[in-house]
Nanobody, 124 residues
Framework: QVQLVESGGGLVQAGGSLRLSCAAS????????MGWFRQAPGKEREFVAA????????NYGDSVKGRFTISRDNAKNTVYLQMNSLKPEDTTIYYC?????????????????WGQGTQVTVSS
């Protein structure tokens, strides 16, 4: 069992940057590949980024490639999402998630644990 708490969301102008953090409880954080998703009201959950247990492998959704970077610090039980060149269409709630699978997962149904989400708003 792992509990996830996101932070770092807020309001930013288009072209700006934000860094989201997701703090995990428990001693087994390093055993979980992690992911970030986002979901706007009335829309399907969208894959944003994922990272392997060691941090050596990453994967990104097409809409954020080249702008967002996922990373993790296993000593701090934290995964990050650095978001640069933000656009108004990035406005939504962002969720971090942990999967018990051994490798990176890009589908939300592959994830077992979810945070409560953090709101990101990008103004034009």
């Amino acid at each position: 069992q792992v509990q996830l708490v996101e932070s770092g969301g807020g309001l930013v102008q288009a072209g700006g940057s934000l860094r989201l953090s997701c703090a995990a409880s428990g001693r087994t954080f390093r055993t979980y590949p992690m992911g970030w998703f986002r979901q706007a009201p009335g829309k399907e959950r969208e894959f944003v980024a994922a990272i392997s247990r060691s941090g050596g492998s990453t994967n990104y959704g097409d809409s954020v490639k080249g702008r967002f970077t996922i990373s993790r610090d296993n000593a701090k039980n934290t995964v990050y999402l650095q978001m640069n060149s933000l656009k108004p269409e990035d406005t939504t709630i962002y969720y971090c998630a942990a999967t018990t699978r051994l490798t990176i997962a890009i589908s939300d149904y592959e994830y077992n644990y979810w945070g409560q989400g953090t709101q990101v708003t990008v103004s034009s």
